[in-house]
């Protein structure tokens, strides 16, 4: 089944203590995203890559990393979270920006 | 700038039709999807317009006037399970690259009654 998967999919975690939510697509996507998603802003976008070892920063890049070393995997990492990045993630793939594909979602709080 | 507008809430009776609209100002136009997303879940992909004019697909429609920024998606025969919230997304053309990114409108919250 084609499909994306994130995990985990709840996470509490505190301030400054670092987490990785990874994502995978086996669908043989060349381009993938990182949104998070809050009340009335609409889904914005963290980091983008369109092909293995090529990523590039979204309108809400800061506080976050990514990395793309296979073409399949797009994991998110906060390296140092705070407050104010809790919120809703989704990671989303396609072929060549065309019909994005999301991942379940992971519903992050930051105490 | 780059804007994308769409109503915060609507309200329709089972069995109606509604109209969402989504009105656009984007620099690099290459094509305008909506979405539907229900609460707590991903959004799931409904329609692409790149073209003017009507898309339709069963119960779902959606049109596209480039010359006026515009969109809407025309939902018919509502059911109980069509509340969820409706995204409008433009694919814009990314600075001064020569890929594209997509623009997401807040969501369009539809509530069906009975």
């Known amino acids: 089944e084609a499909q994306v998967t994130q995990n985990p999919r709840y996470l509490i975690t505190v301030t400054g203590k670092k987490l990785t939510v990874t994502c995978s697509q086996n669908?043989?996507?060349?381009?993938m995203s990182w949104y998070r998603q809050d009340p009335g802003l609409g889904l914005r976008q963290i980091y983008y890559?369109?092909?293995?070892?090529?990523?590039d920063k979204g309108d809400v890049p800061e506080g976050y990393k990514v990395s793309r070393k296979e073409k399949r995997n797009f994991p998110l990492i906060l390296e140092s979270p705070s407050p104010n990045q809790t919120s809703l993630y989704f990671c989303a793939s396609s072929s060549r920006g065309e019909t994005q594909y999301f991942g379940p979602g992971t519903r992050l709080l930051v105490l | 700038g780059q804007n994308i507008d769409q109503p915060t809430e609507m309200t329709a009776t089972e069995g109606a039709i509604v109209q969402i609209n989504c009105t656009y100002q984007t620099s690099g136009f290459n094509g305008l999807f909506w979405y539907q997303q229900h609460a707590g879940e991903a959004p799931t992909f409904l329609s692409y317009n790149v073209l003017d004019g009507l898309e339709e697909k069963g119960r779902f429609s959606s049109f596209l006037s480039r010359s006026k920024g515009y969109s809407y998606l025309l939902l018919k025969e509502l059911q109980m399970k069509d509340s969820a919230s409706y995204l409008c997304a433009v694919r814009d053309r990314r600075g001064r690259r020569s890929n594209y990114q997509l623009i997401w409108g807040a969501g369009t919250k539809l509530i069906i009654k009975p």
């Open positions: 890559s369109m092909n293995v070892e090529v990523t």
């Open positions: 669908m043989n996507h060349e381009y």
